[in-house]
């Protein structure tokens, strides 16, 4: 049985054959592991690790690094508050509080029907707009306490417009074949690109 | 047809437009900025079949004759950097850094997810300038929207030929692949951004080689530029160096975006002259943002990034540009403005800094991560009222095992202290360590009886608590 979907696999080789190197592939397969599942299991560690030629162990390495990367459930909405500096000046700390009130968990924790996570987070580049949050990487500019009911009450409707925990962009690049260059391992390439040689050739 | 061109708004969720020449805002008005039509109807692409009349070496000496400075951080000329390829080594890569995460930064987000083709755009004619075989557009992964922009643009431009395979019927051949980022800050430093997409822990290498355009990714060559700076470029080859350099200073040209944020009346994005524009014009002018809130009093701000060292009031009048800042005890850095008015406590808005880079540190620098944990704990209890008079030098001791020597910091004429200029020294490989130092020596020099009062009549052991956080 393998970890990933029929749909997944194909996709796991597509993006592996865009790198010059496959182990480069490892973190775009951690994401495609946790769209899947909405978290990174150790059955995905395990197949990422063969799809790119290493040990599940160098994979949990790089996975573990990275703080998006869940290697246990979260809730199906992921709710990150800011509180770096600009969102603190502008009243980040209330409106945690306000929403570990509203959510009856602590920062960090995951509501009783798994609906949602609460957690503090870093910078979110939206310095302008404090305090602000991002519903699974969705930005919510300068939230209030009402705001941030009238958000938890959107995204207990069906289907509130923001997809699942997992999920990031829902636009995939795809490559054409028709005109894609394709990457060489770097010790197969060792002349300089046709338009530098084409421009030495002309002069 | 007015449909179909979509309709003009007044600005963009964060950006404020104003009087200043939009050389890399100018689409920011249009609804459908992100999408190949809008981009093809104001000019798009002709930059790039431009820079494909000349030769490759000419490209590249326009971008040099721009001085254009990078706009990440550290403010090295892009043409320059270039120029650091080895001879004869191939191939050579580029490297986008999207990563933004500097607190107080939000400019690159707003490039990508408002005008993704002129920064595709930009990266074409850096590869066609240096012979650059492959580009990686990377990122930040907690940008969601900017990844799907990114991602239509780049499908968009593939199929209509201006990626991939002979590019407009020429020589040139080039893949731009989109990968995104998982969350930590470090990996915006240019070797952890490599070591990251390589698939690896977004650890710093060791330097030297200084610069990744020696040793880069898997090795090679490799360019790294960020989002803004690679944005820049359409405009300098369509309208030449010249028309560049007529833009601000001599030492600092062009324009360069600016994210004001705290306690200002229109805190926002500002695309704003290089060189000449003041602190005072950003933040009272009346069309940016217009004072500060309330119509209180400015007590402090940071005015490159949460890694810069403070000013105060008494700096107001210094123009943005490096060669007089740097002197004055701090960087532009990659231009966030943090504004605290006479309300802010200041301790406590230096540990909002201070954690978040202990928070950040990767852990491969000892100085750094004992260090950074430790300065966020002694500052914890002072913040909370439950520190001691020897934590004040503490934290300063702390500071110096990071970094060794004088620190840089701005002049406080009415204490009688002088600027001491910056850069600082470091006994870690990045800046990471040095950034959880920089608002609590900037803090704690400049308004240190705020300190002060909060460790007052506190007894003066020390009291040693072991970090639990970690």
New interface residues.
Partial sequence: MSFFSDENTRLAEEIIK????A??????L??LAQEQEGWVTEAAMAEIAEL?G?SSAEVL??CS?????KREPVGKYLI?IC????C???GAADLMQHAEKALGVKSGGTTEDGMFTLEG??????????PCL?V????R?RVTADEFDAMLAELSTPDPGVPEHGV?????????EK??????P?EE????????N??EDQ? | MSEMLGTEIAHAAGFIANETPRIVTARFDYEDSFTLERYEITGGYQALRKALQQAPEDVHKEVTNATLLGRGGAGFPAGVKWGFCPPGVWPRYLVVNGDESEPGTYKDRLLMELDPHQLIEGCLIACYAVGLSQCFLYVRGEMAVAQERIARALNDAYEAGYIGRNILGSHFSVDIVLHWGAGAYVVGEETALIESLEGNRGMPRLKPPYFPASIGLYGQPTIVNNVETLSNLPWIIDNGADAFTNIGTETSPGTRMVAVSGHVKRPGVYEIVNGTTTFRDLLYGQDMCGGIRDDNQLKAFVPGGGSAPWFTPDQLDLPFEASQVGPQGSMLGSGAIMVMDETTDIPAAALTLTKFYAHESCGKCVPCREGGTWLEQILRRVVDGRGSRRDLDLLIEVGETICPGDFPHAAVPSKGIEAKPFPYKMTTICFVGPSAFAPIHSALTLFREEFEAKVAGNDDRVLIEVPVNV
């Avoid at chain 1, 509180?83 to 600009?86: E, K, L, R, Y």
Wanted: contains cysteine; hydrophobic residues 40%.
């Fill in positions: 865009r790198y010059p190197k182990r480069s592939a490892m973190i775009p951690l994401h790119v290493t390495g790089t690094f990275y703080e998006m990367f990150n509180t770096t500096m600009s603190a000046l502008m987070a870093e910078c979110q580049a939206a310095c302008t707009e404090a991002q699974n990487y969705r930005h500019y990031l962009s829902q636009i995939r690049q795809h490559i054409p005109n894609t260059v394709g990457a060489l770097p390439v060792n002349a300089p690109p046709v338009w530098l084409t421009e002069s």
